[in-house]
């Protein structure tokens, strides 16, 4: 294991006036001079002066190029050093754990995946993270003392505070397992631990920047249903951190309620839209579909999954039809949380869902905007994430991303 600095805490970069400096510059795709930092972040000029010198010399800006404005001298532009500092992203999901390897600015510099180890020991879970994240780092010739930190995006439950996955109904030999103090020692990165809905929506909104909306749900389509919600540009964590679990909704199942044997989920939108379940109703309406057994085997699954997304992209009409059913399932479970909240914007996104999007969105965005039940009256806006399938891998990077760089008013607070 590679040897770094150590502890779970992510480093500072100094304090609260270089992070604001900094989030500018980082939001600013064409840069900005100091006269416009200052006025854009209401410091000093003196002020701007001493930190920008102190993060050129860090290399995570760079002065790059001079603009004339008025009869004043010309202006140097300050432009963000994108691959100066990176940030690890893990997702653990029951067929794989994803791993990325963001930069700066979020783009996505590496990627890889292992097969999700089993935790009836969990020091060998860790030993098989640890090595994947270090070999990621390694093969991308980054140097470890430029990546920030590892974030972790696991199914719930989790116990944040002792960075703890508990025991998540996907991963039924996953318990008490303590990722992330145990894969801060193994790698010697700073480690977060968040669920997967929750990563999901911090990236959402940090790879989005100002173009962010203040309020929105976010869908979480993997092997199990979730949502993660943002309001007043805030994720809603809950007490313990686990907010998100919204696969008990009860919604009208349409085409999808019961199976041929006459069994099936009793209303629960979880149930009725999990992907084991979507690849057994294809396989009973006549569709063949590689793959073994899905209920036994979470890989099976995902293979019978790409298949079915390989029918949709064919114009297969069974399995159009079925995405379309899943789509207006989702939506309808939906309209649940857009009364409730008010809120103004929908997004889809998760490991599962990119196969079914062509139709799925179309269809749950009608289930929503022509809902007899919604009750707001302004538009609402049902989109795709646009964020692959490994959106919570990458949320999981821009947790650190966003804790390091992103300003926080509690750090101008004094501490006895």
Same mark, same amino acid.
């Given at each position: ?17 270089? @992070? ?26 003196? @002020? ?64 890889? @995946?292992?097969? @999700? ?21 390694? #093969? ?161 699954? #995902? ?114």
């Amino acid at each position: 294991m590679a040897e770094h600095r150590r502890g779970a805490n992510l480093p500072s970069i100094g304090g609260f006036n270089r @992070t604001v400096v900094l989030d500018a510059v980082r939001r600013s795709p064409d840069g900005l001079s100091r006269v416009e930092l200052a006025a854009r972040t209401g410091l000093s000029a003196q @002020t701007v002066s001493n930190v920008t010198r102190f993060l050129i010399e860090a290399g995570m800006i760079a002065e790059s190029g001079t603009v004339v404005a008025g009869r004043g001298k010309p202006r140097t532009i300050l432009r963000l050093e994108a691959t100066s500092r990176y940030a690890v992203g893990v997702h653990v999901d029951p067929a794989v754990v994803t791993y990325v390897l963001l930069d700066l600015a979020g783009s996505v510099v590496a990627e890889t @995946t292992t097969s @999700t180890p089993s935790a009836d020991d969990p020091a060998e879970v860790v030993r098989t993270i640890a090595t994947a994240v270090d070999d990621l780092v390694a #093969q991308a010739g980054v140097t470890g003392e430029s990546v920030l930190g590892v974030g972790i995006a696991s199914p719930g439950p989790i116990d944040v505070d002792a960075g703890v996955v508990l025991d998540p109904p996907f991963l039924p030999r996953w318990r008490d397992v303590p990722l992330r103090d145990a894969l801060a020692e193994a790698t010697g990165y700073p480690v977060l631990l968040e669920k997967d809905v929750t990563a999901a929506v911090v990236g959402e909104m940090f790879l989005a920047g100002e173009a962010s909306a203040r309020n929105f749900a976010f869908v979480y389509f993997g092997t199990g249903f979730g949502v993660g919600l943002v309001v007043d540009h805030e994720p809603v964590r809950g007490v313990g951190s686990n907010a998100g679990d919204a696969g008990h909704i009860m919604v009208d199942q349409g085409a999808l309620a019961g199976t041929p044997d006459g069994s099936g989920p009793r209303g629960e939108v979880g149930a009725a839209v999990a992907p084991a379940r979507l690849v057994e109703v294809a396989r009973a309406r006549g569709l063949r579909l590689t793959g073994g057994a899905p209920t036994d085997d979470v890989t099976a699954v #995902q293979q019978a999954w790409d298949a079915l997304g390989d029918a949709i992209a064919s114009g297969d009409e069974v399995a159009s039809g079925l995405a379309a059913d899943a789509g207006t399932a989702m939506g309808r479970a939906v309209v649940v949380i857009v009364n409730l909240l008010d809120i103004d914007r929908v997004v889809f996104g998760g490991p599962f869902w990119s196969r079914i999007a062509p139709v799925a969105l179309p269809a749950a965005r009608q289930a929503i905007t022509g809902s007899p039940l919604l009750v707001p009256k302004h538009p609402v806006a049902v989109v795709d994430s646009g964020r692959g399938a490994d959106v919570a891998a990458v949320g999981a990077a821009c947790l650190v991303l966003d804790a390091a760089l992103s300003p926080r008013a509690s750090a101008l607070l004094i501490r006895r």
